[in-house]
């Protein structure tokens, strides 16, 4: 078994909801990114989403648009962000890893180079959020030709037909879009999100993680009553976004993660 499919197996034996954090590498340094990934998988991290900064995030509210945009003025690229899972692998490291993308970087830096570099550096999969389940036949074969995963985003508004397709496409996990519209922080969260978790449970037995909008304890609880694992980015992009002196980054966030996880949450109805 890869990682993910370990910690999925792990999780669900102990009746717990996961923890996916989202960080975008190179904001606002590299050096700090691989503190944030150490850190997070210490402070009990599932699986951790490592963003590739791209010039056109359309699915990003301006949170995760600024942080991207910091860093691609740091000039940080693909290549950077495989050698940054590298070397936190290199310090035992062993947190699942996935890298979340746009499609234009993976086919600029080719895609078969791109799944060699991943299996080589030890990133688990990527998440490539404008890949239509229609196109993503030919590197859905490249990537399990290297037992890595290719997540798939599902949407409320998709039809069951075509969440039967994208599903077909997934592997690792699906991740369900919480709600209609781009990333970021929201007080409440959507109902749709539960019942999208529950049309995509008739089309697959792989783990279901529900993502955009998550920022509170309460809402990580919430979403773990029938979801495998919840997603927090842009709340934690947003504190990394506050924090003036990079120096002080990790601590702001260590501290922001003790307070969403200030107890053990479970999922009642992991599968």
Do not use: W
Request: net charge negative; aromatic share 6%.
């Amino acid at each position: 078994m890869n990682r993910l499919e370990v910690e999925f197996k792990k999780l669900k034996s102990e009746k717990r909801g996961g923890f996916i954090p989202f960080i975008v590498a190179g904001d606002p340094n590299l050096a700090t990114t691989k503190d944030l990934i150490l850190l997070l998988a210490e402070s009990g991290a599932s699986v951790i989403e490592l963003g590739v900064p791209f010039s056109d995030p359309v699915a990003d509210g301006v949170t995760i648009q600024a942080a991207a945009e910091r860093a691609l003025r740091n000039r940080i690229g693909v290549k950077d962000v495989l050698k940054i899972v590298g070397e936190v692998r290199a310090e035992g490291c062993e947190t699942p890893i996935i890298l979340f993308s746009y499609f234009n970087p993976i086919l600029q830096f080719r895609l078969e180079k791109f799944a060699s570099e991943m299996k080589t550096v030890g990133a688990d999969g990527v998440l490539i959020t404008d890949l239509v389940p229609e196109e993503a036949g030919d590197f859905q074969r490249i990537l399990a030709g290297k037992d890595l995963a290719l997540i798939m985003l599902a949407a409320p508004t998709s039809s069951n037909e075509r969440l039967k397709k994208i599903c077909e496409k997934a592997s690792g996990f699906v991740y369900a879009v919480s709600r209609a519209g781009v990333t970021g922080a929201r007080n409440e969260m959507s109902s749709e999100a539960e019942n999208l978790v529950k049309r995509l449970r008739q089309f697959t037995d792989l783990p279901i993680a529900v993502g955009f909008g998550i920022s509170t304890a309460a809402q990580m609880e919430e979403v773990c009553r029938y979801a495998d694992a919840a997603v927090v980015g842009s709340a934690i992009v947003k504190e990394i976004e506050r924090t003036p002196e990079s120096s002080e980054v990790a601590e702001n966030v260590r501290r922001f993660v003790k307070d969403l996880l200030p107890n053990e949450f479970s999922a009642t109805n992991l599968h």
